[in-house]
């Protein structure tokens, strides 16, 4: 999420001719907890030399190996850059104006395959076998990819999931949409039991009365099913309450009421889900999936203003949640923010079953201050696959790339770092890392304004993560280390 974003009155910039065109399940009767407040922390200290305009700083064991920046028509800097997906030789990086195949087969020259103009923000992304998909949360005039902003209080106006057939990656194919309530800011890809269906939790928020298709209260997730034979009857089949009690009710302010989920990351082996949910954190079963329930629920009113995203351990006994202060569009990395806002938080999971809980451990922040001309918040990441240990690499907007070991939680530390200057030195531009992922041996990252760019990592903590590949990487949708 950037904080330039209207809920579903946002204008998108770019409108041109693009493709063809194509039960309820309760949470526990019970509040949740809320995050006890730490020890206080010292702050990060100013650094004299944060980087000038557009130049790198780095710690020596992470480097830049490739940079390649957007093209045409993705090249204006409203066309942000977002969210990732892999699979084989490919890169799939979504864009508020549409999407990008990269081919990464040599990490240090990649290349651009095929480009597809299909505007509807934010365009998050993931794919699976011939099948990507993507979330379409600005509100637009019809299905269609040659689609214009048009308002939300229209009740003609569509949002919601894209599907495509990507099997030709040189000219992927739009085959249907499925509208979801208050449209699809993220999606996350479940794997059906039966290996012939994928779920689609698809994440929305931000309802209004005068909004036809989006009414408050909205504290549910929809879940489209896509039958993999037949994806074009893929639909909507459940749109569990996740928040009967109403769910946070926030501060004006300072503090986001709950109005539905941001984003959720499942571990499907483990049938677990969390939710990072604007006000609240919440561990879900979805051992049965198409009805997935609320077992654990946790609030941070002291410190988290929006809660962002979530990730799991490979071994599942941790979350990691981040708290998107200031909506991705703020400078938060800096002395008076200070290092427990805008930050991530750790949690251990304790007990079994529906008694699990989620025991807040410590904060990780990057312990760097960055500019007052630079976004800076923690946002997406994933986990580098080395065994026995915790460690993630993350995205921190214009404060770069961070990667750090969460093996003990209550002391998570930085073992490198990269990052660009800001884009201006007299005033804040949005731009930097939306998203930095752990790939078959290297860091991908999707830059707002800069495009595309690879990095290598020379650790002697890290160096057995580059013998793990993977067919296929949703990040949101983890798979553990030994199943690979």
Not at 14 to 38: C, D
Not at 107 to 135: E, K, M, R, W, Y
Not at 434 to 446: F, L, M, R, T, V
Request: proline share 7%.
């Amino acid at each position: 999420m950037i904080s330039i974003r209207t809920s579903r009155t946002r204008i998108v910039s770019l409108a041109a001719a693009g493709l063809l065109v194509a039960g309820v399940v309760t949470a526990p009767p019970s509040s949740a907890q809320e995050t006890p407040r730490p020890r206080a922390a010292a702050a990060p200290a100013v650094d004299s030399a944060v980087p000038g305009v557009d130049e790198i700083s780095s710690s020596p064991n992470l480097r830049q190996v490739a940079n390649l920046p957007k093209q045409a028509p993705f090249n204006t800097s409203t066309a942000f850059g977002t969210d990732i997906a892999f699979q084989g030789r490919y890169a799939f990086v979504g864009n508020y104006d549409g999407f990008v195949i990269y081919d990464v087969s040599r990490p240090s020259a990649p290349t651009v395959v095929s480009q597809v103009l299909c505007p509807g923000s934010q365009n998050d992304i993931s794919v699976h076998g011939n099948l990507l998909f993507l979330s379409t949360d600005s509100s637009r005039s019809d299905d269609s990819c040659s689609s214009v902003a048009q308002p939300a209080s229209e009740k003609g106006s569509w949002e919601g999931i894209k599907v495509f057939d990507i099997s030709d990656k040189t000219s992927p194919r739009y085959i249907k949409s499925v509208e979801t309530a208050c449209g699809s800011h993220t999606h996350t890809l479940v794997p059906g039991k039966d290996r012939r269906t994928v779920y689609l939790y698809v994440s929305s928020y931000s309802p209004r009365a005068e909004f036809p298709d989006c009414q408050p209260p909205h504290d549910s997730i929809s879940i489209v099913k896509v039958p993999l034979r037949s994806p074009t009857d893929a639909a909507v089949v459940a749109t569990p309450n996740l928040f009967p009690d109403g769910g946070y009710p926030g501060i004006p302010g300072e503090k986001s009421a709950t109005t539905g989920c941001h984003d959720i990351t499942a571990y499907p082996a483990k049938d677990l889900a969390a939710g990072a949910c604007m006000g609240d954190g919440i561990l879900l079963d979805i051992a049965d999936r198409e009805a997935p329930r609320v077992i654990e629920r946790v609030r941070d009113t002291e410190n988290f203003a929006f809660w962002h995203s979530a990730t799991f351990n490979n071994s599942g006994t941790k979350v990691v949640f981040t708290d998107e202060l200031g909506g991705g569009g703020a400078a938060t990395c800096n002395e008076a923010t200070g290092p427990s806002r805008g930050a991530d938080a750790l949690y251990d999971i304790t007990g079994r079953g529906d008694d699990r809980r989620l025991a807040f451990r410590s904060y990780y922040k990057i312990p760097r201050a960055n500019a007052d001309t630079e976004n800076c918040v923690a946002h997406n990441g994933s986990l580098v696959p080395v065994p026995g240990r915790d460690i993630m690499v993350q995205a921190w907007y214009q404060g770069g790339i961070s990667v750090w070991d969460f093996t003990d939680s209550r002391h998570p530390k930085e073992i490198a770092f990269w990052e660009r200057g800001p884009l201006d030195a007299e005033r804040l531009r949005t731009g930097g890392s939306w998203s930095a992922y752990w790939y078959n041996g290297h860091i991908y990252s999707s830059d707002i304004q800069k495009g595309l760019d690879v990095l290598e990592l020379s650790d002697p903590r890290t160096w057995v993560a580059r013998l793990i590949q993977v067919p296929e990487l949703n990040v949101q949708t983890q798979t553990g280390y030994l199943s690979w």
